[in-house]
């Protein structure tokens, strides 16, 4: 198949993004143009935002129909924005990013080829890898860190960073792994690969560069809580 027989979603999921979401949507349209060689379309996922956010979705979607679609959900949660928008996909590819693209975007490209030319079913950025370039704040550092080793030590598995917001995955392997995942807050992106790669299925992982958003609102110690309630639920065969 030519490159271009191949689609791409990539959805960025949204909760009160008023300030940012234009600029990012925007600049992510400027990189697709230049760079991705498949049929693309950005969807934004508004999981109950209260702010101008759903009118600046509609307002894009008027201004780059075909380019930029909005899906609007009235209930809260990444995770159950995400699985609304990749389950109504029909493209071959499905990914997802942070709205305030903390990931370099040229992390995209290698992560498309992996799935699309090799036996991959799902890609990740992965911050902890050699060759990952990070700035952030030290106490979020070692929580990820501590996370992530708690994962190892539960799961023995091979991917090295479960949180990155920065994934993709086939229609294929969504449609039958999505159904399996509980999840619809922040835990969702780790449920998804622990039982994705107890299932066989392969992860290809890149290194990625990535600079933290100082004005993110995520509650870090509530949602580290959450995402422990996760882990256990999931190794106990939930």
């Not at 949507?25 to 060689?37: M, T, Y």
């Not at 294929?172 to 969702?188: G, H, K, S, T």
């Not at 600079?211 to 949602?223: F, M, P, Q, R, Y």
Request: net charge positive.
């Amino acid at each position: 198949m030519a490159h271009t027989d191949y689609s791409v979603d990539i959805v960025i999921p949204v909760l009160n993004e008023e300030q940012q979401l234009e600029q990012s949507v925007l600049a992510l349209r400027d990189f697709l143009q230049a760079s991705c060689p498949y049929r693309w379309r950005i969807i934004v996922a508004d999981n109950g935002s209260t702010d101008r956010t759903p009118q600046i979705c509609q307002d894009l979607r008027s201004r780059f129909p075909g380019e930029v679609d909005f899906e609007r959900l009235e209930q809260r949660g990444r995770g159950r924005a995400l699985r609304t928008a990749w389950l109504k996909s029909s493209a071959d590819i499905l990914c997802y990013m942070d709205v305030d693209l903390s990931t370099n975007l040229r992390a995209l490209p290698p992560l498309l080829a992996a799935l699309i030319h090799s036996d991959y079913s799902l890609g990740t950025g992965s911050r902890l890898m050699h060759g990952a370039i990070v700035t952030r704040q030290w106490k979020r550092e070692m929580i990820s860190r501590a996370y992530n080793l708690l994962i190892r030590v539960l799961f023995w598995h091979r991917f090295r960073d479960a949180q990155c917001g920065f994934k993709a995955i086939t229609r294929q392997a969504a449609q039958e792994l999505i159904p399996m995942v509980r999840d619809n807050e922040w835990f969702f992106d780790t449920e998804l690969l622990l039982k994705a790669e107890r299932r066989g299925y392969r992860i290809f992982e890149v290194p990625v560069e990535w600079i933290e958003d100082l004005g993110t609102t995520v509650k870090i110690v509530k949602t580290a809580w959450q995402d422990i309630k996760g882990l256990v639920r999931v190794r106990l065969g939930g």
